[in-house]
């Protein structure tokens, strides 16, 4: 670690890139690490790469990442260049399943130090993974979401994964973008 005490991003990437920690590293094309304002007040977090984003090495490219653009916009007035946006693990799970525990674990250091790095003022977590570890339950996200939480020095907004909200449709729409809309309630009151 540098002197100081704390990497940039920069060098956690450098560092995630050479990563072999899970099995996830055998079939990845590259690390997904991450992308946005390493100085957010607003940060994203979601599950994992996507085929498309371990083409790509890019969160979020995909049909969901498309939504979560568009909603961000919409709801909070914001793009990718003004948050950051991250995953709970950093190299694609084959076909697309779920993180396994061990995975999270071994990808879990380098999401708390992308957090603690970028210090933002709101975490929104996608889906249940991303919620469930940083709050640290096993709630699900139709019980956690419509909340905040106090998260660090922050908060913390659960909303669905927007995959999830492009196969559920409507109803979930409308409470991912009443969650958007809690995040940019809580980045006001951090500016104020």
């Given at each position: ?13 450098a560092i ?13 094309t590259?690390v997904?690490f991450?992308?946005g ?30 939504l979560?653009d568009?909603l961000m916009?919409e ?6 260049a003004?948050?950051?946006?991250a995953n ?8 697309n ?8 674990e ?22 249940n993974f991303?919620t ?25 907004v ?29 980045i006001?009151?951090h500016r104020?």
């Amino acid at each position: 670690m540098p002197e100081g005490g704390q990497r940039t991003l920069e060098q956690l990437r450098a560092i995630a890139v050479t990563c072999t920690l899970c099995p996830l590293a055998e079939g990845r094309t590259q690390v997904v690490f991450g992308v946005g304002n390493p100085t957010a007040d607003l940060l994203f977090v979601g599950e994992g790469p996507g085929r498309e984003e371990d083409l790509a090495g890019e969160p979020f490219v995909g049909r969901s990442g498309k939504l979560l653009d568009r909603l961000m916009a919409e709801e909070i007035g914001v793009t990718r260049a003004d948050c950051y946006i991250a995953n709970v693990v950093k190299c694609r799970p084959p076909n697309n399943r779920n993180p396994a525990p061990l995975e999270i674990e071994a990808c879990r250091p380098y999401l708390e130090e992308q957090i603690a790095i970028i210090k933002p003022a709101v975490v929104v977590t996608l889906g249940n993974f991303a919620t469930q570890l940083l709050l640290g339950t096993t709630e699900g996200i139709r019980k956690l979401r419509g909340s905040v939480y106090v998260y660090g020095n922050g908060h913390l907004v659960p909303t669905y994964h927007p995959a999830y909200v492009l196969r559920a449709g409507g109803q979930a729409m409308a409470e991912m973008r009443a969650d958007l809309v809690r995040a940019k309630r809580q980045i006001a009151e951090h500016r104020a």
